[in-house]
Nanobody, 118 residues
Framework: VQLQASGGGLVQAGGSLRLSCAAS????????TGWFRQAPGKERELVAH??????YYADSVKGRFTVSRDNAKNTVYLQMNSLKPEDTAVYYC??????????????WGQGTLVTVSS
């Protein structure tokens, strides 16, 4: 599975961005896919993941971020609303065969930078 993340950019606080994670591989639709982020000087953290119709969100993004997938396009999205300066980070998508793999996903895309200005 190869993953390609895109959609990052510079946005003002309160604004929105949508990240996309496009994947190769015929079985991608059955995979759990997560969005992680790493801010400067901080450890990488799991932001959200989706597996089938089940989703998970970190407390810091609940109610503001939405993860979804379009299996026909082999793409997973992260809609980010009400962005805050503390959301500034490099965002990565990652995938694995099950939710359990979200602790250490075997497949990673390159990062996309999200910068939120105050």
């Amino acid at each position: 599975v190869q993953l390609q993340a895109s959609g990052g950019g510079l946005v003002q606080a309160g604004g929105s961005l949508r990240l996309s994670c496009a994947a190769s591989g015929r079985t991608f639709g059955t995979y759990a896919t997560g969005w992680f982020r790493q801010a400067p000087g901080k450890e990488r953290e799991l932001v959200a993941h989706i597996s089938g119709r089940t989703t998970y969100y970190a407390d810091s993004v609940k109610g503001r971020f939405t993860v979804s997938r379009d299996n026909a396009k082999n793409t997973v999205y992260l809609q980010m609303n009400s962005l805050k300066p503390e959301d500034t980070a490099v965002y990565y998508c990652a995938a694995g065969a099950s939710v359990a793999t979200m602790r250490h996903p075997p497949y990673w895309g390159q990062g996309t930078l999200v910068t939120v200005s105050s």
